[in-house]
């Protein structure tokens, strides 16, 4: 089973020797940013979602809650994050307290299905759906919370032929959750579910050469307190997922999509 870390906040300030609050925006990034890409993923799907300071985002598979914050902080948007782990939503939480953004994010644990609220302006996932099996049935729930004509942005992995990747990977400690689509098969399933495609576009070169520059980046952040770090097994992890976009045995894409309704 993944995503059963606890006690995240202890380990991080035990790793940055200081508390959150101390940490700058760049320790932060490090440290939050749960996906390949880091906050330069975010700024690549924020133009889609077309944003302003009135609207509310729902963030689906919220993780640690950087994303969110990103969103929050840059649009000036309220944002919703919610996710299935206990303790990443407690991290998440702790995390928005110490930058001052309780006011516009917030995370919540639990199911999208679950959601009792369907009036958000827009919604994202960041990889997200490699977990989930019915991807039609997720897509159509997040649908489903949306006003009429209100945008998704997506950035998900995605299996490029038949060979699996090696494992562990950030998503899945031993394969037994992990559930990967080709690109077609998941645009059609967002569509299936609700959606019309507006943009589908290959981003695994861009984030190969992020990779290969990833351990600069994180040396230059002047803290042990880094995403590999916190998670079990968080380095051979994170090199296999390198791995497995630089072989071609997995992609990432970045959609755009409305609600049909």
């Known amino acids: 089973m993944t995503y059963t870390e606890t006690d995240l906040v202890a380990t991080i300030e035990q790793l940055a020797g200081t508390d959150l609050a101390s940490l700058t925006q760049a320790q932060r990034d490090g440290i939050d940013q749960f996906h ?24 689906v598979g919220s993780g640690l809650g950087g994303p969110a914050r990103q969103i929050a902080r840059t649009t000036g948007c309220q944002v919703v994050g919610v996710d299935l782990a206990a303790g990443y939503v407690e991290a998440a939480t702790a995390l928005t307290d110490a930058v001052g953004l309780a006011g516009q994010a917030r995370f919540l644990n639990t199911d999208i299905a679950r959601l009792d609220r369907f009036d958000f302006d827009a ?8 977990n989930v099996a019915d991807k039609e049935t997720f897509f159509a729930a ?3 919370r949306l006003r009429p004509g209100a945008r998704l942005a997506t950035f998900e992995v995605c299996r490029v032929g038949n060979d699996d990747p090696a494992l562990p990977l950030p998503w899945t400690i031993d394969g037994t959750d992990s559930f990967l689509a080709t690109p077609a098969e998941l645009m059609v399933a967002i569509e299936d579910g609700g959606f019309d495609t507006v943009e589908w576009v290959d981003e695994t070169p ?11 980046r994180l040396a230059a952040g002047g803290t042990a307190a880094t995403l590999p770090a916190l998670l079990d097994d968080g380095p051979e992890r994170m090199r296999n997922f390198a791995g497995a976009l630089g ?12 609600v049909q309704r």
């Open 247 to 258: 072989n071609g045995t997995l992609t990432v894409h970045r959609g755009a999509f409305t």
């Open 142 to 144: 997040i649908a489903h």
């Open 123 to 130: 919604a994202c996932t960041v990889h997200t759906q490699m």
């Open 206 to 216: 861009w984030l190969v050469e992020w990779f290969q520059q990833l351990g600069a």
């Open 36 to 59: 390949a890409g880091g906050t330069a993923a975010v700024d690549r799907l924020l133009p889609s979602l077309r944003l302003s300071p009135a609207m509310t985002v729902l963030d």
